[in-house]
């Protein structure tokens, strides 16, 4: 019996860790970043803010894409891949002090955010209605 109960203990280990959202190894391309407010992506990966993931795909081309999902995995915003983007541009994603994700791309002129409206989102790329953009992200853009 003690035998049985050490393998299945061993195998639950073994499968559990396989699984787990906070095994991140550096080596590991399906790892994550953990990243906070006030923070510039510029580089491919999966990253996760809050309840948001935010997956940044790079193409064997060139071609970026990026999409925002929720805790369950749910689209709640994708780049349209017939817009892509590439590394030959300047873009970023900029997480301000309010949790906003900003999304900027000098080349189509783009400045686009997504706010966080409990287990959903709203996003709005209309200039006109885009809340004030932050300082951080001016400088960057300025720059």
Known sequence: MGKITLIIALFLLVSCNKNSNFARDNNDKKSGV???????????GLYYFNDIDILVKEFKEGTIVYGL???????????????SI????????YID???EIWFYNADYQETNVFIIDGKKGIFIKDGKKLPSIPVELSKFIKN
């Open 97 to 99: 002090d309010k949790g």
């Open 34 to 44: 953990y990243v906070k407010r006030n923070t510039f992506i510029n580089l491919p």
């Open 69 to 83: 999902f929720d805790l369950h995995s749910k689209l709640l915003y994708q780049r349209d891949i017939n817009n």
């Open 86 to 93: 590439s590394n030959h541009m300047k873009w970023t994603i």
